[in-house]
């Protein structure tokens, strides 16, 4: 495939190994990250180096208007949008923090709807018809929408969400030639974790013993599910939710 990729949280853990993935794809990439600046121009420098295109692009994924202005400024530097793939956790600086499902503040759900569902609805919006004919959109979700995790709800609840609208977005995209889908990953090992439990160490090795494939992910599984789904192979795919987790929702 080829034609722009928009990845959002593209600066570290998943995001970054999509984006990478994508390039090596053909994909031409807007890398949109919140704050690492100096980690999404090294991500820039890398697929450079590797022979791609691409550019990075500070986005708040919580604000609809700063969602369509990195698609506008991507499409005038890169061309035509060709695939969504929206990522970012929506966690800023001032994120009034996880817990107990009725203790969180109900500015912590509000925040990750926006994050989470609206970033989507605006990205796919702003696209518009670039993705006509073989577009691609992808969300990245978690296991965590369809079991209980302590104290994430509110990202639980988004990205069920999300995994509903994608599905509705299938039915009516589709005659425009658009897929769309959700990559569903397990628990991932990336640094992100430290957001959701104050011991990543402990949670892995409960991870790892509850999985059949007896690891936990990488953000390259993630990577190469998204990568799939951005590709022609996965034309005759839409409105499905692809879990990669090494079978731990088997148990």
């Not at 080829?2 to 090596?24: C, D, H, K, Q, Y």
């Not at 060709?82 to 009034?96: C, E, L, Q, Y």
């Not at 369809?146 to 509110?154: I, K, N």
Request: charged share 20%; glycine share 12%.
């Amino acid at each position: 495939m080829s034609g722009l990729a928009v990845v959002t949280g593209a600066s570290r853990g998943i995001g970054r190994a999509v984006a990478e993935r994508l390039a090596r794809d053909g994909y031409d990439v807007a890398v949109g990250y919140f704050a690492r600046a100096d980690a999404a121009r090294d991500l820039v420098a890398t697929i450079e180096r590797q022979g791609g295109r691409a550019a990075a692009y500070q986005v708040d994924v919580r604000s609809p208007e700063s969602c369509r202005r990195l698609v506008i400024d991507a499409r005038a530097a890169l061309g035509p949008v060709r695939a969504i793939v929206s990522n970012a956790t929506g966690f800023g600086a001032d994120h009034p923090g996880l817990g107990p499902s009725l203790d969180v503040p109900l500015a912590a759900y509000q925040e990750m709807f926006a994050a989470r569902l609206g970033a989507l609805l605006s990205l796919v919006e702003a696209a518009g018809a670039d993705l006509d004919g073989g577009g691609r959109v992808v969300a990245v979700t978690s296991t965590g929408t369809h079991r209980h995790v302590p104290g994430y709800a509110p990202i639980a609840a988004s990205m069920a969400a999300v995994e509903s609208v994608v599905r509705y977005l299938a039915a009516e995209l589709g005659h425009r030639g658009v897929t769309a889908n959700t990559a569903v990953g397990g628990v991932v090992d990336t640094d992100a974790l430290a957001e959701i439990t104050a011991d990543p160490e402990r949670l892995k090795e409960a991870v790892r013993r509850a999985t059949p494939l007896g690891r936990v992910g990488r953000a390259a599984d993630i990577a190469a599910v998204v990568s799939f789904l951005c590709s022609v192979s996965a034309d005759w795919v839409t409105g499905q939710s692809l879990i990669a987790d090494g079978g731990n929702s088997l148990r």
